[in-house]
């Protein structure tokens, strides 16, 4: 089972910051968070990762609280085709397995 | 880069029919992972292979699910015979060893 914690689904107002946050509190040492998003009928999309610095690509940004027990992932100017299902997820990367949850639905809209 | 490339996109059969879904990794990738959709379930893992060997099947649902990997560039999930509620959609997904997985297309497998 999946063992990070997201809202349901949110709303974004196009053009505004979409800010997603997911909660990791029994993540161990060497467990990064992931965060992927699957647009409809569409394959999961990698986002981003990180350990326990911030991290930014073309994409979005993660902070990661200094206690590594929750993130946010930020989308800085959220479009319509940001419209998504997003996936928070624990992972140790030489286990081999991302365990998806049931993530947030996203709607941004006009 | 052509990215997982999962064949065929569509798959429609008939019940106690055999079924193979095919997938090429992305070059130089050593993992590659075969996961499963549906409603009820969510995304599910099956099977994944490091260095084209099986690693952990734990998640193959029965006997009827069979999976290989015969290069590092191609892998099959066969399922014989299908059945009604193997109906779902089937990705593909590849990484190098502990990095982030990257997803095929998937197939949309719909058994009557």
């Known amino acids: 089972d999946a063992k990070t914690t997201q809202p349901t689904s949110m709303d974004c107002a196009e053009g505004r910051a979409a800010n997603l946050p997911c909660n990791h509190s029994t993540i161990s040492g060497n467990e990064y968070v992931y965060w992927y998003r699957q647009i409809h009928s569409q394959g999961p999309q990698y986002i981003i990762h990180?350990?326990?610095n911030n991290e930014t690509n073309e994409m979005a940004s993660l902070i990661i609280t200094e206690d590594r027990k929750s993130s946010t992932l930020i989308l800085p100017h959220a479009t319509l085709r940001d419209t998504a299902v997003y996936y928070c997820i624990e992972y140790g990367g030489s286990q081999g397995n991302l365990i998806f949850g049931k993530g947030t639905k996203l709607s941004v809209k006009p | 880069d052509a990215g997982v490339i999962q064949s065929p996109r569509h798959e429609v059969t008939e019940m106690g029919q055999e079924v193979t879904l095919r997938c090429k990794p992305i070059s130089g990738h050593n993992s590659l992972f075969w996961y499963r959709q549906t409603m009820m379930r969510g995304l599910e893992l099956l099977i994944y292979?490091?260095?084209?060997?099986?690693?952990?099947d734990s998640g193959m649902p029965e006997d009827r699910f069979s999976a290989k990997m015969p290069n590092a560039s191609f892998s099959t999930l066969k399922i014989q015979p299908s059945e009604p509620r193997d109906s779902a959609v089937y990705f593909c997904a590849s990484s190098l060893i502990g990095g982030p997985l990257l997803f095929g297309s998937g197939t949309r497998l719909t058994v009557v």
């Open positions: 292979f490091n260095n084209n060997v099986p690693i952990d």
């Open positions: 990180g350990l326990k």
